[in-house]
């Protein structure tokens, strides 16, 4: 079994940043993707950042340029660094880790979503 935990602080002023951590343990060899959704009051979710086992990272259109996907290998441990924040980033966001197990079982598990709330 994978535990997944994230955290970081959920509270930011208009153009300020956040950081949140998204840190995976269990019996893992290997961490092919880590993700970051959000999903806001009355809209769906969507997929704000991914990064993959090879360091390739994808961003939602609308973060670019203002949030970074990063991750610490040797951790097991993924960074959302959110910068220049606004009001549209507020949202429950979530992480995803698909890897493989030890015994070479695959699994995609979740972490607990956390609050993102940017005041003005």
């Known amino acids: 079994q994978v535990l997944v935990v994230v955290s970081g602080g959920g509270l930011a002023q208009s153009g300020g940043p956040l950081r949140r951590s998204c840190a995976a343990s269990g019996n893992i060899v290997s961490i092919l993707a880590t993700r970051w959704y959000r999903q806001a009051p009355g809209k769906q979710r969507e997929l704000v950042a991914k990064i993959t086992s090879g360091g390739r990272t994808n961003l939602l259109d609308s973060v670019e340029g203002r949030f970074t996907i990063s991750r610490d290998s040797a951790k097991n441990t993924v960074y959302l660094q959110m910068n220049n924040l606004s009001a549209e980033d507020t949202a429950l966001y979530s992480c995803?880790?698909?890897?493989?197990?030890?015994?070479?079982?695959?699994?995609?598990?979740w972490g607990q979503g956390t609050q993102v709330t940017v005041f003005s």
């Open positions: 995803n880790v698909y890897g493989v197990y030890v015994d070479r079982r695959s699994f995609n598990s």
